[in-house]
């Protein structure tokens, strides 16, 4: 069975800190893989998708991650956090062909300014 | 202009009583999903439907019955609910293709049920 780990439920960083929020997944063949963000009383939003295209995969509001096959990582990164980047930020995982996501447990972004 | 939209938007309601949530989505799309994400934000995938057809049917009460009218809807009716079923329920809807799994699933804003 597949999932993904996510280590950390609170990660704080300064505004303009770098934020890395870490995924790492477990899947008997490659996966796709998924980073999501919820606002306060939202809906999820795509951030980006790893789809074995590319191994750096950039998404929106300046946010990227990279596939690690050797590390089963797929961590996210932004080079400098912005006071609106605080959300919930959820990594999921699919492989069925019908697309059953399977979703960390979640990383609270707190930025202080 | 709403992608995927929920009906409604926040639910009150005694225990044991029996209530429906409607979803609707104007993508085009041709599967729908069903998620719960319990107090602690943890989300988990309850039904999905392709075409009409229920294609994944996660472990949930059979209180819970999913029904799709059409490929652009997807209705929640919950029976005898009880106090456990206090959640947000989100909806969701993606394009399956051939490739499979890596499509994005567009989610819906969510209906906060609360059951006293």
């Known amino acids: 069975a597949q999932s993904v780990t996510q280590l950390g439920s609170h990660v704080s960083v300064s505004e303009g800190a770098l934020v890395l929020l870490r995924c790492n997944y477990s899947s008997s063949v490659p996966p796709y893989l998924f980073w999501y963000v919820q606002y306060p009383n939202q809906g999820l939003q795509l951030l980006l998708k790893?789809?074995?295209?590319?191994?750096l995969v950039k998404g929106i509001n300046g946010f990227e991650a990279e596939f690690k096959k050797s590390e089963t990582s797929f961590h996210l990164t932004k080079p400098s956090a912005h006071m609106s980047d605080a959300a919930e930020y959820f990594c999921a995982v699919s492989r069925s062909s019908f697309q059953k996501l399977v979703f960390g447990t979640g990383t609270r972004l707190l930025v202080s300014p | 202009d709403t992608a995927v939209s929920q009906t409604p938007k926040y639910l009150v309601t005694q225990m044991g009583n029996d209530k429906s949530i409607k979803c609707e989505q104007n993508l085009g799309h041709d599967t729908m999903y069903w998620y719960k994400q319990d107090s602690k934000k943890f989300l988990k995938i309850m039904f999905s439907?392709?075409?009409?057809?229920?294609?994944i049917n996660e472990t949930v009460p059979n209180r819970f019955s999913p029904k799709s009218p059409d490929k652009a809807h997807l209705n929640l009716h919950i029976n005898s609910l009880e106090l456990g079923d206090s959640a947000v329920y989100f909806c969701a809807s993606s394009l399956h293709t051939d490739r499979g799994g890596g499509n994005e699933q567009f989610f819906g804003p969510g209906t906060r049920l609360t059951v006293l």
């Open positions: 439907y392709n075409n009409k057809e229920l294609i």
């Open positions: 790893y789809t074995s295209a590319a191994t």
